[in-house]
């Protein structure tokens, strides 16, 4: 049986404030029953996952990073929260449930939400690789993925209350000027290969697709597994959700793809590497398949997805380098700018995944 992810003891300055919680949820009539012990899930670089474990049962609560209020957009609690509202309205099973939506900063000092907590497994880069999965197991489960982003995509937004989670005319231009945007507003170094790829998206944008629902952080330690490792509960980590072109989708999952021969940068924060697992071209293909879409250009929208998390990372690493986080684990980031980057001018030269 393989293990659960795991809670561990909260990371010393990201601590909550236990009674102040308590508070808000009895006077909300939530239903979240008195708290036992508050932990924290380790994993992730963006807004904070913690464990409550109370009477009835357990929840997760999210909340922006601290230090995190010179970032805007991609750490808004209540768009997240409304994300997950419209998924259970819609009928999408495999979203979790929301509880309560917490906007007064005078709780907590900044909004956050509680959703019910759904037991099972998340495969994370760091202890993946020590669990001896079989390359059975990991072709299944990269299938698996693969088939759950075109199901998400072949939600009806038309039909459902999902269409207002986004503008999907002018998306992909959006996304470019605004990422390269970002990117300048984060900058800490001369680094010509995100200028030269910044270049390159502008100057080849591609006619968009019709639009659908955007998970657009849709990778492995994102989804809860079953404890055989067969199915996926539920898909987590809603806050950059959006309407728009799905190939936009597909590239930024792509580019959490690492390789057996990618850089051990891009193999550290992703299991992909992993014996058995499709290969980018492979999940290509399969997704083409499954949806039935054209991803003759998907080069473009890979390379997007390189671009885009070598900004998130510039900008974690920008907080880190103003002294907004004290948090080690971002001191080497950098490192992960420069390699993104110079793997999305090497893919753009070589004209493939």
Known sequence: MTPQDTAKPIRPGEELDQAALQTYFDDRQTGIGPIAEITQFPGGYSNLTYLIRTQTGEYVLRRPPFGAKDIKGGHDMGREFRVLSLLQSAGYGRAPKPVVFCEDEAVMGCPFYVMERVPGV???AQTAPNMNLSPDT?????????DELAALHALDIGQTNLSQLGKPEGYIRR??????KRYLASQ?????AMTELARWLDQTMPTENPPTLLHNDFKYDNVVLSPDLQDIRV?????MCTVGDPLMDVGTSLSYWAEADDDPFR????LTWLPGNLTRQEFADRYADRSGRDLSNI???YVFGLFKNAVVIQQIYARYKKGLTSDERFAGLLAGVQALSRHGVEAVERGRL
Not at 138 to 146: D, F, G, I, N, P
Not at 188 to 192: G, R, Y
Not at 267 to 270: A, E, I, L, V, Y
């Open 122 to 124: 998340i495969l994370r």
């Open 138 to 146: 990991m072709r299944h489960l990269s299938e698996r993925l693969v």
């Open 175 to 180: 996304q470019v000027e605004g990422w390269h």
């Open 188 to 192: 800490t170094d001369d680094l010509p």
């Open 235 to 239: 898909v987590l980590d809603w806050e």
């Open 267 to 270: 193999k550290s924060f992703n």
């Open 299 to 301: 080069l473009y929208y």
